[in-house]
């Protein structure tokens, strides 16, 4: 069998997906090759109008809208201000795409739906439900 980049992109992707046991759901089709570029440019790929609240060096991050939601985009210089960044902000909940150097929050369809068109890797924020044994989709886009 000839391997090609796409065959890789999706046989990789179903491995992660087999090893990561699919935690949102394991009935959606392979997630595309992670997408790159400017805030702008991912903005474009998931058809939202980016307005934007921060444009730094370092950040630069945009309240988005479309047809499947509302969502923070936010794209950065480094991967560790990336990840910094992530993890300050996952101690106040939320739902989190992340792919090298932008992330997107927002509610779970929105995230998941991003996903299908941006690639990328789903994570989970704090569950700040206040309920024993609870869970759900508490918290929205920041």
Known sequence: MRWTRPTLALSGAAAVLAVAGCGLGGDRAAVPQTATGSLEQLAA?????????TDEDEIRQALCRNPDGRFVLATFATDRGQR????????YGGHY???RKWVAVGDTPVVRSLQTTLGGDIEEGADHSGH???GGDAHSAH
């Open 45 to 53: 790929e998931v058809r939202c109008a980016p307005d934007m609240q």
């Open 84 to 91: 910094e960044w992530i993890d300050g902000a996952k101690d």
């Open 132 to 134: 024993e044994g609870g």
């Open 97 to 99: 795409l992340v792919g």
